[in-house]
């Protein structure tokens, strides 16, 4: 019939993501020694027309994920100004990232 997709919502540097394989994201910055990494707090997996929802997570399930690049996100400009005090405080901040490439979603 139609194409079976799966995929998975996963936690990572406190925010869930919905990942499928193929996919590209750009997360929280992990500290990643290798060039994989696997990321275990799934938290639901849906396999065509099987849903898996964990109790928090899903026992067993895990994402794996090749590491393609660190980097930094664009400037963002924190401004604080009070009127009438000449208070002025000018600052820039560009917050780190790691895009992963998901490989593969594994089913415990």
Do not use: C, W
Request: charged share 30%; proline share 4%; aromatic share 6%.
């Amino acid at each position: 019939m139609g194409r079976k997709t799966i995929y998975a919502v996963v936690e990572t540097g406190g925010k869930q993501y919905k990942v499928t394989p193929g996919q590209t994201i750009e997360v929280e910055k992990l500290d990643a020694g290798g060039d994989t990494v696997e990321l275990d707090k799934v938290y639901l997996v849906a396999d065509g027309d099987k849903v898996t929802v964990g109790k928090p997570t899903v026992p067993g399930a895990k994402v794996i994920a090749n590491v393609v690049s660190n980097g930094k996100g664009d400037k963002v400009i924190v401004y604080k100004f009070k009127a009438k005090v000449r208070y002025r405080r000018k600052r820039g901040h560009r917050q780190p990232y790691t895009k992963l490439a998901i490989k593969e979603i594994v089913v415990g």
